[in-house]
């Protein structure tokens, strides 16, 4: 009888401990599920910066402001890393976009405003919390030398992240007609969806 009591103790706490892992596992599962939802706008920055491909003494440069509407569906932190934009011909990769995280307006030697992009510590990574939405402002650019300019032809942009478990994501983002040209984008009222 004691044997058989031990037996019908030992599957009892068994059960018991199964149950108990299982429901751990599928709360972790129902909190990590939802999605990270990324919307977009090419803006005119605060500080006045447009987009566009302009002028500079030594060659052109791509100047792309954005802003991110960053919307967390699920239960737990979602993590996007070193947030950048890259340059795309068709879908052959051209070049990486460098992120702006200051800049300096002088008058001579007096620096007389300094604008800054990213978050608040001016970093191209954030941390979003569950069930939450963010908006941030970035603005990448790319310069180029005259000389270089068919070595960097493209036309379409996309948005790269990395995530919590350092996956990195390439997304789709939009199509630039006439690249290296100068001009100016016009600016996006509404928010776009990036998939």
């Not at 031990?6 to 149950?19: D, E, K, N, P, R």
């Not at 500080?47 to 954005?66: A, K, L």
């Not at 650019?141 to 032809?153: A, L, M, N, R, S």
Request: hydrophobic share 40%; aromatic share 12%; glycine share 4%.
């Amino acid at each position: 009888m004691l044997c058989k009591d031990i037996l019908l103790l030992a599957i009892g706490g068994l059960i018991s401990l199964v149950t108990s892992i299982s429901l751990l596992w599928v709360q972790r599962k129902l909190d990590r599920s939802g999605d990270l939802l990324i919307f977009y706008k090419i803006i005119i920055h605060p500080s006045g910066h447009r987009p566009g491909f302009f002028r500079q003494s030594n060659g052109m440069s791509f100047i792309i402001p954005i802003a991110f509407d960053l919307q967390n569906t699920s239960n737990s932190s979602k993590v996007m890393r070193d947030i950048n934009v890259l340059l795309y011909k068709d879908d052959k990769y051209v070049v990486k976009t460098m992120q702006a995280y200051s800049i300096a307006h002088k008058k001579g030697n007096e620096v007389i405003r300094e604008d800054y992009f990213g978050n608040e510590q001016h970093s191209y990574s954030i941390v979003i919390p569950p069930r939450s939405v963010q908006t941030l402002m970035f603005e990448f650019f790319y310069v180029i030398k005259h000389e270089e300019i068919q070595k960097y032809d493209f036309n379409n942009i996309r948005l790269e992240y990395h995530d919590d478990k350092n996956k990195r994501h390439v997304l789709k983002m939009r199509e630039i007609d006439n690249c290296w040209v100068l001009k100016e984008f016009s600016y996006d009222k509404d928010w776009i969806l990036v998939e």
